[in-house]
């Protein structure tokens, strides 16, 4: 099956993945087995998945995708800022700035491509409101960057 139709499991409910499973003839019990995998351990493959069977991983291999992608970019400034930059289905890039401050670390992720505020600063109200992301696409941003492991904020 081709990557852009196999079934997104990053930003689904424990009852999609639930509904999903069952649908597909697997066991419902794995929902909370994914969510796990995906949330607590943040793995990025479906082979790190060990208590789920050999079968059942083949199965997610050809059907679904984690829905996980990693920055295509990253600048980092001399204060410990860095900002990331994602693709999304769009084609346009978004940004998620994570920001250290002392005892604090802060990050501001995307949730929708450009802005409908206009304000003159910042670049991506400049570009204009382009489209909503993905649950997927929002989530992937806290995933996908090492430093979300030590948010405070």
């Known amino acids: 099956m081709e990557a852009e139709n196999r079934f997104v499991l990053l930003g689904k409910t424990q009852a999609e993945l639930k509904t999903w499973l069952q649908e597909n003839a697997m066991p419902g019990f794995m929902a909370s087995q994914l969510m796990d995998w995906i949330y607590k351990k943040r793995v990025r493959s479906f082979d790190e998945m060990t208590n789920i069977s050999l079968k059942h991983r083949e199965f997610l291999k050809e059907n679904a995708t984690l829905g996980l992608a990693a920055p295509m970019a990253c600048?980092?400034?001399?204060?410990?800022?860095?900002?990331?930059?994602?693709?999304?289905?769009?084609?346009?890039?978004?940004?998620?700035?994570?920001?250290?401050?002392?005892?604090?670390?802060?990050?501001?992720?995307?949730?929708?491509?450009?802005?409908?505020?206009?304000?003159?600063?910042?670049?991506?109200?400049?570009?204009?409101?382009?489209?909503?992301?993905?649950?997927?696409?929002?989530?992937?941003?806290?995933?996908?960057?090492?430093?979300?492991?030590?948010?405070?904020?």
Do not use: W
């Open 75 to 153: 600048a980092c400034s001399k204060d410990g800022t860095k900002k990331y930059l994602f693709a999304t289905s769009t084609g346009i890039g978004i940004e998620a700035v994570y920001i250290p401050d002392h005892d604090r670390a802060t990050l501001c992720v995307s949730s929708q491509v450009g802005c409908k505020m206009h304000c003159a600063f910042c670049m991506t109200g400049r570009m204009g409101y382009k489209a909503s992301l993905a649950a997927h696409e929002i989530l992937n941003q806290v995933l996908s960057i090492e430093d979300s492991l030590s948010l405070t904020n």
